[in-house]
């Protein structure tokens, strides 16, 4: 049964705007563009009151916080195609003079730490297959070649080694989570 309109608003000022300060700066720390902060807050907002609606969650920090980490790993996925106001925004960074500041490489420097924890969770294989694609900028053709591996072993390690890589950056796991195959599930059922 539905929630209705005055138990759900209830519910959100009771226990969702409280955690506002943390939802912000789990948004901070993990989305690159400061000023879209607040509208990134908003969307997730905007998702927990659509899911809620259904029904009321038990535990509200782990809702929230999933639904955040799932709403961020979507928008890096739709980032990876740059719009312009993306590359005026690094355009005039450039001109910035904040940019070289220590505070500046600090935070960079704790970013490549945060990145290279995220990479020493990888499985060695895939480790070796996101080292040489992403760092190193091989062709796929080349990694299989260099690894003695093939295309599709590639970019399965690729594909399943970027995956578990954002779920760490964005404050999860970073476990890669491999799917089960078809004959594998009905396997499984008929257990």
């Not at 979507?74 to 005039?92: C, G, H, M, P, W």
């Not at 694609?133 to 072993?153: M, N, P, W």
Request: aromatic share 6%.
């Amino acid at each position: 049964m539905p929630v209705d309109n005055e138990r759900l608003n209830d519910w959100f000022c009771r226990e969702v705007l409280p955690c506002e300060p943390k939802l912000t700066g789990f948004i901070q720390r993990r989305w690159h563009v400061p000023e879209e902060v607040a509208d990134i807050r908003q969307e997730i907002y905007e998702r927990v009151l659509i899911g809620a609606r259904r029904e009321l969650p038990a535990q509200i920090a782990p809702y929230l916080f999933t639904i955040a980490r799932n709403h961020l790993i979507n928008r890096y996925r739709r980032a990876q195609v740059i719009s312009f106001d993306k590359i005026t925004y690094l355009e005039n960074m450039e001109a910035d003079g904040d940019l070289l500041t220590p505070e500046r490489h600090v935070m960079g420097r704790e970013e490549l730490r945060h990145l290279q924890d995220g990479l020493n969770v990888l499985p060695p294989r895939c480790r070796e297959v996101i080292f040489l694609r992403k760092v190193r900028g091989f062709s796929t053709r080349e990694v299989a070649e260099q690894l003695g591996i093939g295309i599709d072993a590639v970019e399965q390690h690729t594909t399943l080694g970027m995956r578990a890589l954002v779920d760490y950056l964005l404050g999860g796991s970073g476990k890669v989570q491999r799917r089960q195959s078809r004959n594998r599930r009905r396997q499984g059922q008929a257990s």
